[in-house]
């Protein structure tokens, strides 16, 4: 029994000296927080290895002013929203689902891949609608500049997609980045933007319906398709303002 318990003294002291090391680097993290020096929301982005299995109301206290009320109150708002998320996602992806409606909605769905059918409607207007060209020109930029902005937001905000057990997203998708959607960012922005030349009504529709289309299709929650669609308006109205400055000069 003393030679077993021998043998287990190094185990321990690696044990003890390991939680030393957490001890400290959480002690060093905290303070970062608390100083400004890092925030919270980077923190729980990145999950440094002393972060992983910290708890998310005690780096929430280390920041400035921050007591267990409000990190109480912020987290149960979180959870109420991730709540109401799920619940209008899981009633998209029940309702609606004839084989029919299921096939019409992935074949639409697939033209908003890389803001394809954006990018047609506007290039097609660049070359048959002379009086209005600018406006499709504007658009093109628009969808561009949306695409990469979404870029950016998703990796900023590196939201994983949804996942259902009892309800798998019907279509494969490039990465697992949710947030924001990118259907839906450029489907506003070429709303937005082309709504100058294009028929409203149909456009609008057809943005809706392929905003829609991904949380229908399980590969986004709706607040995702929110996300995109309020980046692709501010997008599209800032490119119409910028085309308007360089217009009166």
């Not at 209008?88 to 074949?107: D, I």
């Not at 030349?197 to 456009?203: D, E, N």
């Amino acid at each position: 029994m003393l030679s077993n318990a021998v043998e287990d003294q190094p185990q321990q002291l690696r044990a003890l000296g390991k939680a030393n090391r957490v001890r400290l680097a959480r002690a060093e993290l905290k303070r970062k927080v608390a100083a400004g020096e890092a925030t919270a929301a980077a923190v729980i982005r990145e999950c440094p290895w002393e972060a992983a299995s910290m708890e998310v109301g005690d780096l929430l206290r280390s920041q400035r002013r921050w007591g267990a009320a409000r990190c109480r109150r912020l987290l149960v708002s979180v959870d109420t929203l991730t709540r109401i998320d799920l619940l209008f996602l899981r009633m998209l992806r029940t309702r609606g689902h004839a084989p029919l409606v299921e096939r019409l909605v992935l074949r639409y769905t697939r033209m908003g891949e890389h803001a394809a059918l954006w990018h047609a409607v506007a290039a097609v207007g660049v070359v048959f609608d002379r009086r209005r060209r600018a406006v499709y020109v504007r658009s093109l930029g628009a969808i561009a500049a949306t695409q990469a902005a979404n870029f950016l937001a998703k990796n900023m905000i590196a939201r994983a997609r949804p996942l259902i057990e009892d309800l798998p997203p019907l279509v494969p998708t490039i990465s697992g980045l949710s947030t924001p959607s990118a259907h839906a960012s450029t489907s506003f922005a070429a709303a937005t933007s082309l709504s100058e030349a294009v028929p409203r009504l149909p456009l609008w529709a057809a943005a809706l319906v392929m905003t829609l289309s991904r949380p229908y299709m399980g590969v986004h929650y709706p607040s995702d398709s929110l996300a995109g669609a309020a980046l692709g308006t501010l997008v599209a109205r800032g490119a119409r303002s910028a085309q308007r400055s360089l217009t009166e000069r």
